[in-house]
């Protein structure tokens, strides 16, 4: 069983910046990618970045600009960094890994922001 521990959320002021961390008890390369997914009160779930193991990063237009996916090998993490954060983007956000035969999830981090 793998575990994805995720770290960084909190409560900002519009403007402010955040910087998601999301740790795999296994070796990240053990994955085919990774990323975030984020889900507000009485919305869905929709997803917000993620990087292949090969390093390939997709960003939603909706945070695009203004949010960057990344990861440290050296630290086994990866990171969503948030700038410029809306109210909008508040939400909870969950950490994923893909694997080939499932995908993991972490237990998600609230982020708050303060209009």
């Known amino acids: 069983q793998v575990q994805l521990v995720e770290s960084g959320g909190g409560f900002v002021q519009a403007g402010g910046s955040l910087r998601l961390s999301c740790v795999p008890s296994?070796?990240?390369?053990?994955?085919?990618?990774m990323g975030w997914y984020r889900q507000a009160p009485g919305k869905q779930r929709e997803l917000v970045a993620e990087?292949?193991?090969?390093?390939?990063?997709t960003v939603k237009d909706f945070v695009r600009g203004r949010f960057t996916i990344s990861r440290d090998p050296a630290k086994n993490t990866m990171y969503l960094q948030m700038n410029s954060l809306e109210a909008e983007d508040t939400a909870a956000y969950y950490c994923?890994?893909?694997?080939?035969?499932?995908?993991?999830w972490g237990q998600g981090t609230q982020v708050t922001v303060s209009s």
């Open positions: 994923y890994a893909v694997s080939s035969v499932t995908t993991y």
């Open positions: 990087i292949t193991a090969g390093g390939r990063t």
């Open positions: 296994r070796t990240i390369f053990n994955f085919n990618a």
